[in-house]
C-alpha cells in the first residue's frame, strides 16, 4: 500500500477530515511530512445522502453547505470538466476531480478521497471527495473517458479529402496535345512563311522597288496647277477736267484679284543626274533581292540543322534507353548469382553502379531532345512547347560532282557575289551622278494663268495669259565639291572590287572544307555498321561467359559501354554526313545533286 493513503480508522463521523500527521492542533507538535509532494489519501466515515461526485473548494467545501453540480465551479464558471483527449494540468486554485473505474479495483478504492497539496509549494489544503458511479448511471463513466481513436480518424479523413482533391485535379487537367508530325520539307516550308527575319528582308525589297519607281517617275514631264487670292488695298477715284468744262471720273478698281495657273515641266537633259538614279535604284534593288535569298538560305540551313539535332538527340535517347535496359538485366543476373553464392557481392554493386550511371546518360538525352526540340519551334515561329514527331530520318545521299565544280558553281549561284556586283553597280551609278554635276541641264517650263477681280465663277472675264520658258543652269565653279564626289565614288568601286575577291577566295575555302568533311563523314558512316556489330557479337558472348561462370561482370559492362559507344558513333556520324552535305549546300548556294 502507497504509504500516502491513509485509511479512516471511524466507521462512522461526522463526515469531515479525519485528523492525520498533516494537521496542527494547538500545542501538539507538528511532525515533518515524510512525502513532501506524495497526495495523501484516505477513507473517511460512510455518508449517505451525499453528491456522488463533489470537488473540493480551499475555503469552503462544497456538498455541505450547498448542493453543487459535479463539474461545475461553486463561483458560477465554466465547467472544469476536462474535454475527451484533454491532458493538460487543471488549475492550481481547484482540486482535479477522480475518476472511478469500477472495472480495476486497485485505482478506485470505495468512497471519498482527501487530495492535499504540498505545503512547501504554498498550496492551500483541501480535502477531495469522489463516490465510484453506479451501475443504473454509466453515462458518468463514458463521459468521461478520453476517445483516443479521434485523433487518428481525423488524420484518416484529412488524408481521404486530400488523395480525393489530388484525384479530382489530375482529372481536371487536359491531356497533353498530340506531337505534330513534321517533316523537313514542311518545316522549311513553315519557317520561310513565318521567320520573320525573312519578312524583314522582304520589306527591304519592297522599300528598293518603291525608291526605283520614284527615280524613274523623275523622267516625266511634271504638271502642277497653282490658285490664288490676293486682297489689295482700296484705291480713290481719278478726276480729269475736261476741257470743256466736264469732269471724268475714273473709279478705283476692286481690291480683289482671283489668279489660277497651271505649269507644265520637263526636263530634257540633266547631264545623266536622272539615269545615274534610275541606275543606283536598280543596284539596291537588286542589292536587297540577293540580301532575301542569303536570309532565305541561312534559314533553310537552320532549320535543316535543327531537324538534325533533333534526330540525334531522339537517336541518343534510344541508346540510352537499351543501355538501362542492359544494366538494368545484368544487375537482375548480378543479384541471382550472388544470392546463389556464385559471384561476390561487389559484382552487384559494380551491376547497380552501371544502372545508375544508364540512367543519368538516359536523363541527359531527354533533356538534350528538349532543347532541340524548343530551338526547331523558335525557328519556325511556333510555342516552345509544342511537341513534335519527325518523319523523317537521316539520309545518305552521294555527292557525284568535284570540288571544281562546285567552286564554280558557288561563284556564280551565291548571293554574296550577287550583293557585291549590285553595289558595285552602285557605285557605279554614284560615279555617273557625281560626274553630272558639272554638266549643264536643259528643263521646259510652260504655264498658263487667268485673272479676274470679281471671282472665278462670277461670269464676267477676266484676263488671261500663258507663257514658255526654255531654261539652261549650268555650275561654274563649286570650290571642287564635284571632284571630290566622283573621287570618292571611284574609291567606293575599287573597294567592291577588293571585297569581291576575298569573297571569292572565302567562298572557295568554305566548299572545300564542307566537301572535306563530307568526305569524312562518308568514311566514319562506312565503317560504323561493321562496329555495331562486333560490339554486339562481343556484349553477347561477355553475357554468355558470365552467365555460365566463366567470365567477370567486369567484362559485361565494358561490352555494354563498347555497344552504347557504336551505337552512339553511328548516330553521330549519320548526324554529321547530314549536316556536312546541307553545309556544302549552303557553301554552293544551291542544292548539290
Do not use: C
Not at 544508364?358 to 532541340?372: D, E, K
Not at 562546285?406 to 558595285?424: G, K, M, Q, T
Amino acid at each position: 500500500m502507497d504509504p500516502g493513503l491513509h485509511r479512516a480508522a471511524q466507521p462512522g463521523g461526522s463526515g469531515g477530515p479525519a485528523p492525520g500527521p498533516h494537521r496542527h492542533d494547538g500545542g501538539a507538535p507538528a511532525r515533518p511530512d515524510p512525502l513532501p509532494q506524495s497526495i495523501r489519501l484516505r477513507t473517511p466515515a460512510p455518508q449517505p445522502g451525499r453528491p456522488t461526485a463533489v470537488h473540493a473548494d480551499p475555503h469552503r467545501r462544497r456538498g455541505t453547505d450547498r448542493a453543487v453540480p459535479a463539474g461545475r465551479d461553486a463561483h458560477g464558471g465554466p465547467p472544469t470538466r476536462p474535454e475527451p483527449g484533454d491532458r493538460r494540468p487543471r488549475p492550481a486554485r481547484h482540486a482535479d476531480g477522480l475518476r472511478h473505474d469500477a472495472g480495476d479495483p486497485a485505482r478506485s478504492p470505495p468512497g471519498p478521497v482527501q487530495l492535499r497539496h504540498d505545503r512547501r509549494r504554498g498550496g492551500p489544503h483541501f480535502p477531495l471527495r469522489g463516490r465510484p458511479a453506479r451501475p443504473d448511471q454509466p453515462h458518468l463513466i463514458h463521459s468521461r473517458r478520453t476517445d483516443v481513436n479521434a485523433p487518428l480518424r481525423i488524420v484518416a479523413l484529412l488524408t481521404l479529402l486530400a488523395v480525393l482533391a489530388a484525384a479530382g485535379s489530375a482529372s481536371a487537367q487536359p491531356a497533353p496535345p498530340a506531337p505534330r508530325r513534321l517533316s523537313l520539307v514542311e518545316a522549311t516550308t513553315l519557317a520561310l512563311q513565318q521567320n520573320q527575319q525573312l519578312r524583314v528582308a522582304a520589306f527591304e525589297v519592297a522599300v528598293a522597288r518603291a525608291q526605283l519607281a520614284q527615280a524613274r517617275a523623275a523622267k516625266s514631264p511634271q504638271l502642277s496647277a497653282q490658285g490664288s487670292y490676293t486682297r489689295m488695298q482700296e484705291g480713290v477715284a481719278i478726276v480729269i477736267p475736261d476741257s470743256g468744262g466736264d469732269v471724268i471720273i475714273i473709279p478705283p478698281g476692286s481690291p480683289n484679284l482671283y489668279d489660277v495657273r497651271l505649269i507644265l515641266q520637263y526636263p530634257l537633259y540633266t547631264g545623266g543626274s536622272l539615269e545615274a538614279q534610275i541606275a543606283l535604284a536598280e543596284a539596291n534593288v537588286k542589292g536587297a533581292e540577293a540580301t532575301l535569298e542569303r536570309v532565305r538560305q541561312s534559314i533553310v540551313f537552320g532549320v535543316r540543322q535543327a531537324y538534325f539535332q533533333v534526330l540525334l538527340a531522339s537517336s541518343g535517347l534510344e541508346v540510352a534507353e537499351r543501355s538501362v535496359a542492359q544494366a538494368a538485366e545484368n544487375l537482375r543476373v548480378a543479384r541471382a548469382r550472388v544470392a546463389a553464392g556464385a559471384s561476390p557481392k561487389f559484382d552487384e554493386v559494380q551491376a547497380d553502379v552501371a544502372l545508375a550511371t544508364a540512367r543519368q546518360s538516359q536523363v541527359r538525352a531527354r533533356n538534350g531532345i528538349a532543347q532541340a526540340t524548343q530551338v526547331l519551334n523558335g525557328l519556325l515561329n511556333l510555342p516552345l512547347n509544342t511537341p513534335l514527331a519527325l518523319t523523317d530520318a537521316f539520309a545518305v545521299r552521294p555527292v557525284r560532282d568535284s570540288v571544281e565544280t562546285l567552286v564554280a558553281r558557288a561563284v556564280r549561284v551565291r548571293p554574296e557575289f550577287a550583293e557585291l556586283a549590285a553595289r558595285a553597280a552602285a557605285a557605279q551609278a554614284g560615279i555617273r551622278l557625281a560626274e553630272s554635276g558639272g554638266r549643264p541641264n536643259l528643263a521646259l517650263q510652260a504655264g498658263g494663268s487667268y485673272s479676274n477681280t470679281s471671282g472665278l465663277l462670277a461670269g464676267q472675264a477676266g484676263t488671261t495669259s500663258w507663257s514658255v520658258t526654255l531654261a539652261a543652269t549650268m555650275s561654274l565653279y563649286d570650290g571642287g565639291i564635284t571632284r571630290e564626289r566622283i573621287r570618292e565614288a571611284q574609291l567606293r568601286l575599287e573597294q567592291l572590287r577588293a571585297l569581291e575577291a576575298q569573297q571569292r577566295q572565302s567562298v572557295e575555302l568554305e566548299v572545300r572544307q564542307a566537301h572535306l568533311n563530307l568526305q569524312s563523314a562518308a568514311e566514319e558512316l562506312s565503317g560504323a555498321d561493321a562496329l555495331i556489330a562486333q560490339a554486339q557479337e562481343a556484349l553477347r558472348i561477355a553475357n554468355v561467359r558470365f552467365q555460365s561462370g566463366v567470365g567477370t561482370n567486369l567484362e559485361v559492362l565494358n561490352a555494354q559501354t563498347a555497344a552504347s559507344q557504336a551505337e552512339a558513333a553511328k548516330a553521330q556520324a549519320l548526324f554529321n554526313y547530314s549536316l556536312a552535305r546541307v553545309t556544302l549546300e549552303r557553301a554552293v548556294g544551291a542544292e548539290v545533286p
